[in-house]
């Protein structure tokens, strides 16, 4: 034992503390976390081929499935003319899925299933190794049936994607902490790398948690920390730079325009749009994409401190706040005095940072922030809870179980709270939440004095944990028995809107208002294509990616995601046309209504000078799309 903990303290990776190696749980210990994992399965998976997806990503999957380099640079469509607005890895697996599979909701939904059942096993191992197996089953089952995650699970965003990573992080770090171990650190820092090609920025926002926690913590010495953090940072800048660095090697002319980037460059991609630019609103405010006075609300809620708690977002992720905040508290609290190294107070510390780092990044982001990156939380959530019962109910001080008892009880009020925002959905469930928490209350008042205190604890916990999972599970059964056509990334019943919702239009919507869609469309388009690339240039991503998948076409979005990127100069669009790669136009507004930027109008001008109306004449509605030729340039 000397020897091991000496190695340990000099920093040999082969060095393993034989009495922390985990015991082998008990079979049906084991049996309950395969149950687990077996019912969120079953959420994640039920009705799949069904369930709704975003169309513009789902169409950047099917592109990435005809054509490797669009697969790799994350292209909108098969000829590469503009990226997806974030990086490729969740693309990069939906590609692959539908090579698999063949496009349909399933194979493009499947790899966000998988990583979401991956990381529930991923929370459980790394709890496991702090506080044991009641701790890692109970935040287990927490993160599994959090709404968010089932309806992200169910979604083709790459958010699900981020949050395994993330969790893998976590994992590593705790990990390295717990063995002295480099290795777990290192692929750590690769899974925040990963995560970057994910979503980019949001992936580094737990790392100061990470970060902190190894430095503090680690059982080596501190010029050995600093080192192998430096090493850590090194891979993590190799694996997140890699892609970006390919893509900023290749020619302008040989790979798709960057959506999302003002300039095709990578640094305004990743400093701007995905980057602090977002975090702190110097791009994508409502306002910068829609005309003024127009209301905005797109999942969300205002930034402040409450935005967390509005109607319409705490109920996808909050149920369990109050509890995973006395959680942490409490264990910050009782492992004051412990050794530098002790894996509960590091685990506190990481799962504890992630999730204040989290709040703080989320409540004040001034773009427009959606409630579903409240994801990401899930897992610091579920592990304070877990870790936080076990940790007060271990100790021996005397208002352990006295808070324990108070922070039960605050978190199924919440629950009630939630549940009655809206009165119309389950109302029996909130009055029977409420009356299984009294009794749990009660038990758990009466164990403070009783010699049977540790058994009547166990059960009345057992009764609280299930009362502050019903309201979670009621949402996700909604959420999968609903499975929204569009995609819709929110789960449980509809909340009343804090804000109006915007109505972000696509093509098909927009041609339905105008006496819809005429098939005969589409054959004209296809007779008289000839050898172009592109069936048809459309101003925006919303409208290419639903054509896309309604065609089967390559479908060129000159503006990108929303129109707005200056992909396509007036110069450029002579060119193709006079080499014949692309003949025609649809000529419609802007999603929103938005004016187009100064460089965007330019090649607006240039089309109505140069593509005549196709059957002549003038464009009757100016809000009406029209068809027009470019041939005639």
């Not at 304070?384 to 005397?398: E, H, P, Q, S």
Request: aromatic share 8%.
């Amino acid at each position: 034992m000397t020897s091991a903990v000496s190695s340990i303290e000099r920093g040999d990776d082969d060095a393993v503390e034989p009495s922390r190696r985990l015991p082998r749980s008990p079979t049906r210990y084991t049996l309950a976390f395969v149950g687990v994992l077996v019912g969120g399965a079953v959420l994640n998976l039920w009705g799949l081929a069904n369930n709704g997806y975003d169309g513009y990503l789902g169409a950047a999957a099917l592109s990435a499935s005809h054509s490797w380099k669009a697969w790799f640079f994350g292209s909108l469509d098969a000829h590469s003319f503009v990226t997806i607005d974030k990086p490729p890895l969740a693309l990069w697996l939906q590609g692959l899925s539908v090579r698999i599979f063949g496009f349909g909701a399933f194979a493009v939904l499947l790899p966000q299933v998988l990583c979401g059942i991956a990381t529930t096993a991923v929370v459980h191992r790394a709890v496991r190794l702090a506080w044991g197996d009641v701790a890692a089953l109970v935040a287990a089952a927490a993160f599994a049936l959090t709404p968010i995650a089932v309806a992200m699970a169910r979604s083709d965003h790459p958010d699900m994607v981020l949050t395994l990573m993330m969790a893998l992080a976590a994992w590593g770090v705790i990990s390295a902490v717990r063995t002295g171990r480099t290795a777990p650190l290192l692929w750590a820092a690769a899974a925040i790398g990963l995560g970057y090609l994910a979503k980019m920025s949001a992936a580094m926002l737990v790392l100061p948690a990470l970060a902190a926690t190894y430095l503090i913590t680690a059982p080596v010495e501190l010029r050995r920390r600093l080192t192998r953090l430096a090493g850590a940072a090194g891979v993590l800048v190799a694996v997140a730079g890699a892609w970006f660095a390919v893509v900023a090697l290749t020619p302008a002319s040989s790979r798709p325009y960057l959506g999302g980037s003002k300039d095709n460059g990578v640094f305004d991609l990743i400093w701007n749009y995905n980057g602090p630019g977002r975090l702190f609103g110097h791009i994508d405010k409502p306002e910068s994409v829609l005309p003024p006075g127009t209301p905005v609300k797109v999942l969300g809620a205002p930034p402040g401190l409450g935005r967390l708690f509005a109607p319409d977002v705490a109920g996808q992720f909050g149920w369990l706040i109050p509890l995973a905040t006395v959680g942490l508290v409490a264990g910050l609290w009782l492992t004051r005095r412990a050794a530098r190294t002790d894996l509960s107070r590091a685990s506190f510390i990481v799962w504890g940072g992630w999730a204040v780092v989290h709040f703080v990044a989320f409540s004040f982001d001034k773009s427009q922030w959606h409630s579903y990156y409240a994801v990401s939380m899930a897992p610091a959530i579920a592990a304070l809870v877990g870790g936080g019962i076990v940790t007060l109910v271990r100790a021996r001080d005397k208002w352990s179980m006295p808070l324990l008892t108070l922070g039960i009880a605050g978190n199924l009020v919440w629950d009630v709270v939630l549940l009655r925002r809206t009165p119309h959905y389950l109302s029996w469930l909130a009055v029977t939440i409420g009356i299984a928490g009294a009794v749990a209350v009660v038990i758990l008042v009466a164990a403070w004095r009783s010699h049977l205190a540790a058994l009547l604890a166990t059960g009345a916990i057992g009764v609280a944990v299930a009362g502050m999972l019903a309201g979670p599970l009621a949402y996700d059964v909604t959420t999968v028995r609903g499975g929204e056509p569009k995609g819709l990334t929110q789960a449980g019943p509809l909340q009343k809107p804090v804000m109006p919702l915007i109505q972000y239009q696509s093509l098909p919507e927009i041609l339905a208002k105008n006496q819809g869609f005429d098939p005969r469309m589409l054959a004209f388009l296809k007779q008289q294509r000839g050898s172009a690339k592109w069936l048809l240039a459309v101003p925006d991503g919303v409208t290419a990616g639903s054509l896309i998948i309604s065609t089967g076409q390559p479908i060129m979005a000159m503006g990108g995601f929303r129109g707005t990127d200056p992909a396509l100069s007036p110069e450029r669009m002579a060119r193709l046309v006079d080499r014949g790669e692309l003949r025609f136009v649809l000529d419609m507004p802007l999603l929103g209504n938005v004016a187009p930027p100064p460089e965007v109008a330019r090649l607006y001008t240039w089309i109505k000078a140069n593509c005549s109306p196709v059957g002549g004449g003038q464009q009757a509605d100016p809000q009406a799309p029209a068809l027009r030729d470019c041939r005639s340039h």
